[in-house]
């Protein structure tokens, strides 16, 4: 009859996917562990665990030998073969060994090892399930706050969320679901560490994946994030099909899909521009709201010179120059933006306004 142990090493199999062989192996060290610790640390044991039965025996292992230096490892000649007519010196003689209460105590190294076991493949399969998924976006429900850091619980585990994580002036209330994006899944001694974001851009490219069937099916790509959290973010989007308007597909009918997004980051602006290969375009597109005049292109220094009309220049630098702050990291490119008066003024300076503008004042 297979024991209590054995039907629940049978079930931790089934349940936890841990191997049974592994079981076996683990319980056996940890026996004659606590063998050595209660009853002498140079006792040299073996233990056993039936795998028909789950029955556990330890075995006091010693040497045969014609004079016996050490008791403890050998046994002299004439006791063994008391024991078995047919040992001989150098022979190994196992014997079995039963001390008071050590079934009670072999009973707890076995569940104590066991319960640590469950602890790790846990903790394993949590680290596989979370690393396979960086960079995705997570629900979870806002466990507490310490120290200016969100614990936030994912169901079998909990995601932690650093204060530079955090969309500045979000408030965090305890309760509340919230969607973040896994960053990094750490393999610590205490378990995997999931470490999660609100302030990344890749937070924004889930939403809109999530949001835009045609970037979840590929008919439009997101090319390019610029975000400043909790204030405004761009993003560029292309499709290779002439017939679809990636932007208006992004935006949605009377900027419903965008507005969805715009409310799960509690009010932060977007501007969804078209992406295009052109960096002159592109530039312009990426100055919007904006309108822009002219786009000159420097390739060797990476930079561009934008000209606007003298009432849109505030527009398109943005409060604290954050518009064309943003418009650079989404481009790639540095813009010096300058109204037309400026300009007008810039090409006087260097003798090119005619080539320019001609005859016309």
Same mark, same amino acid.
């Given at each position: 009859m297979k024991t209590e142990l054995l039907l629940a090493l049978e079930q931790l199999e089934k349940e936890k996917g841990l191997e049974l062989a592994m079981l076996f192996d683990v319980i056996e060290d940890a026996v004659v562990k606590a063998y050595k610790n209660n009853f002498g640390a140079t006792h040299n044991v073996e233990v056993e665990l039936n795998r028909n039965t789950g029955e556990i025996n330890v075995y @006091?292992?010693?040497i045969v030998a014609d004079e016996v230096i050490d008791e403890i490892t050998q046994i002299s000649v004439e006791k063994a073969k008391e024991i078995d007519p047919d040992f001989e010196n150098g022979d190994i003689v196992r014997e079995k060994v039963a001390p008071k209460d050590f079934g009670r105590i072999a009973a707890q190294s076995a569940k104590q090892v066991v319960v640590q076991k469950i602890r790790e493949a846990e903790? =394993?399969?949590? #680290? /596989? $399930?979370?690393? +396979?998924r960086e960079s995705e976006i997570v629900n979870g429900v806002i466990h507490r706050v310490s120290k200016g850091i969100v614990y %936030? +619980? &994912? =169901?079998?585990?909990?995601?932690?969320?650093?204060p530079n994580e955090q969309i500045p002036h979000e408030e965090y209330i305890q309760g509340e679901r919230i969607k973040t994006v896994i960053t990094e899944v750490k393999n610590s001694t205490k378990g995997p560490q999931i470490l999660v974001s609100r302030t990344h851009p890749g937070l924004v490219k889930? *939403?809109? $994946? &999530?949001e835009v069937p045609e970037i979840y099916d590929g008919e439009v790509e997101i090319k390019s994030i610029s975000r400043e959290p909790g204030s405004r973010t761009k993003i560029a989007v292309y499709s290779p099909n002439p017939d679809l308007d990636p932007v208006g597909a992004c935006v949605g009918q009377k900027g419903h899909r965008v507005q969805n997004i715009v409310e799960e980051l509690q009010g932060e602006k977007i501007d969804v521009i078209e992406w295009n290969e052109n960096p002159a375009i592109l530039i312009s597109n990426a100055l919007s709201p904006s309108k822009v005049m002219r786009v000159e292109v420097d390739e060797d220094d990476n930079s561009a010179l934008v000209v606007v009309p003298d #009432?849109? *220049? @505030?527009?398109?630098i943005g409060k604290e120059g954050q518009n064309?702050?943003?418009?650079?990291?989404?481009? =790639?490119?540095?813009? /010096? %933006?300058k109204n037309e008066t400026q300009y007008k003024a810039y090409l006087r300076e260097i003798g090119e306004y005619e080539e320019v503008y001609g005859d016309e004042e």
């Open positions: @006091s292992v010693r903790r =394993g399969v949590i #680290y /596989d $399930e979370y690393s +396979s %936030i +619980s &994912l =169901g079998r585990t909990e995601a932690i969320m650093q889930r *939403l809109f $994946e &999530l #009432y849109q *220049l @505030s527009l398109a064309a702050r943003l418009a650079a990291k989404l481009t =790639g490119w540095k813009i /010096d %933006i």
